[in-house]
């Protein structure tokens, strides 16, 4: 059965072309792979090491411009990371589909990742 977790938007310090040093990267990217672990605990989401993981973006309400969805991948990888921590397992194996466009505004923005055992 399939466990959907919603997860907050990626922080602008996780972009690969972003222009800082390294240390607010590596901050942002331990406190987003720390917020995907408690999320998916919470959701209580079974060890699977070959998951199916479907990942959806919806971008924040009344922003002025959206960064490209192929930039996407990179910002979420420390999600990836979170929960296949909490899962116990590797996510060397999970089969990842992320979304090719952006889906419909919400408040705050969101990522949707469906984990399918």
């Known amino acids: 059965m399939a466990k959907t977790i919603r997860l907050p938007w990626p922080d602008g310090r996780l972009a690969g072309h972003a222009n800082a040093s390294r240390w607010p990267r590596i901050r942002a990217t331990k406190e987003y792979r720390a917020a ?3 999320l998916a605990k919470k ?3 079974p060890r699977a090491p070959a998951a199916v993981l479907r990942v959806s973006y919806h ?3 009344g922003r002025g411009g959206k960064p490209d969805v192929q930039n996407m991948p990179g910002r979420c990888k420390p999600l990836i ?3 296949a921590d909490a899962m116990g ?3 060397r194996r999970f089969r ?3 979304a090719d466009r952006f889906t419909e505004p ?5 990522v949707l990742i469906e984990v399918t055992p």
């Open 36 to 38: 995907a672990w408690g």
């Open 43 to 45: 959701a209580k989401v």
């Open 59 to 61: 971008p924040p309400t």
């Open 81 to 83: 990371d979170g929960i």
């Open 89 to 91: 397992c590797d996510d």
């Open 96 to 98: 990842v589909q992320y």
């Open 106 to 110: 919400v408040k705050g923005g969101a």
